[in-house]
């Protein structure tokens, strides 16, 4: 993954689908073929992200069904990690190594809206590098969490699907309530400030 911080540049922005949209609730193919075409949509979701300020995005997040996602996050110590897995497995631990933290999380493709999640803080993610090379991704705090969230899009899930119905009617509300400053196009359009019915 030497060349990789090249694929960090040169993409363009790409609206975010929803999660009332059908491509957020179906699983991702698997990446069979590594060439310009992958190196472009790696190029342009690193693009998409940074744009929607998020430290992680998923294929389906900008339309697309094959498995893939990237990410900018930093760990438990603050160190920042970035990088694009294809075709990802999570691995989290069992037994008396699993410590469950709930955290707020939430998810560009509900902007806006925020609800505590219990997850593990300890996660590996395994997979493949854009080239197909095996890649690796040990994750503590944040970086667990975001690994997970990732992985969650790519088997057709989003994490509300983890709330109970009472937080997700909750996050739902918090999601409605600045809903006007994100336009149907956005992060290709940037946040609006102002309520425009105010």
Known sequence: MADLPDLFTGGRVLRVTRWSEPVLHCPT???????????????????????????????????????????????????????????????????????????????????????????????????????????????TGLLARCLQHETDHLSGMVFGDRLSSRSRKCLYADHEAVAYRYPDDWPISPKGEFDPTA
């Open 29 to 139: 193919t698997a990446v069979t073929v590594f060439d310009d075409d992958l190196e472009t949509l790696i190029r342009d979701m690193f693009a998409t992200m940074i744009a929607a300020d998020g430290v992680g995005l998923a294929s389906v997040q900008v339309g697309d069904t094959r498995s893939v996602f990237t990410y900018a996050c930093p760990d438990a110590d603050n160190h920042l990690h970035a990088g694009a897995v294809i075709n990802p497995a999570v691995i989290l631990p069992e037994g008396r190594d699993r410590k469950l933290v709930a955290d707020e999380e939430g998810c560009l493709s509900l902007p806006g809206a925020y609800s505590a999640l219990a997850r593990p803080d300890h996660a590996v993610c395994r997979g493949l590098d854009h080239q197909g090379n095996p890649v690796e991704v040990v994750g």
